[in-house]
């Protein structure tokens, strides 16, 4: 089935430093999700993207939706220890597609 | 509701049992999607509903589990004659067209024993 790479598998920052991942694919998408799942939750959306370069915030989180539309990445700065959690991207194309996810953890 | 909604949230089952998964999805969303998340791994993808079809059953493990969507809302997922291996999170998610975005339930948690 489609394959989305993510990475890094997981990141362990301190407080307050910046977090970067990434999603990459063989296939195009139309439309870059990003997801966050906290222990023994379902995931929640974070960041819908629907155009090739575009470039979206919420809060501190910012994605940007590649130009050759089959890779994304997830910016987080100024990190805080609610940040801890597992970070999925997501391409639909009939049914949605999911990376392996980002597991990260920020020490106070 | 306001969000997916599933029940039951925990479930613990002898092997070989049966067991039902129900999924309310947000009203009004057509499409309607299973995954399976093992502890500490990524989610796998199950089967998905355009309405009360399954245009893609291909995630389903084996011919134990089976899942229908009735009225174009509520899902169930069913397992038979549970195994051990089948213990995880089942995840429901749905969405207002199938490539629009998506929005997961809580999850029900299956241990079987």
């Known amino acids: 089935g489609q394959q989305l790479n993510q990475s890094p598998q997981s990141m362990f920052i301190q407080e307050g430093e910046d977090v970067s991942m990434n999603c990459t694919s063989s296939s195009i998408f139309n439309t870059w999700l990003w997801y966050k799942q906290d222990p023994g939750e379902g995931p929640v959306l974070l960041i819908a993207l629907y155009k090739a370069g575009e470039l979206t915030s919420n809060g501190r989180l910012t994605a940007q939706f590649g130009i050759t539309r089959k890779d994304s990445f997830l910016n987080i700065s100024a990190s805080i220890p609610s940040d801890v959690g597992i970070y999925f991207c997501?391409?639909?194309?009939?049914?949605?597609?999911f990376g392996t996810g980002t597991s990260l953890t920020v020490i106070p | 509701g306001a969000g997916v909604s599933q029940s039951p949230s925990n479930k613990v089952t002898e092997k070989g049992k049966d067991v039902e998964l129900r999924c309310d999805p947000i009203?009004?969303?057509?499409?309607l999607y299973w995954y399976r998340q093992s502890l500490g791994q990524g989610l796998e993808f199950l089967i998905y509903f355009q309405g009360n079809s399954a245009p893609d059953k291909s995630g389903l493990p084996s011919d134990r589990f089976s899942a229908e969507r009735t009225g174009g809302s509520v899902s169930t997922l069913t397992i038979q004659r549970t195994q051990q291996e089948d213990s995880a999170v089942y995840l429901c998610?749905?969405?207002?067209?199938?490539?629009?975005?998506?929005?997961f339930g809580e999850g029900s948690r299956l241990t079987v024993l």
């Open positions: 997501a391409g639909p194309r009939n049914q949605f597609y």
């Open positions: 009203s009004g969303h057509t499409a």
């Open positions: 998610a749905s969405s207002r067209v199938n490539a629009g975005e998506l929005f």
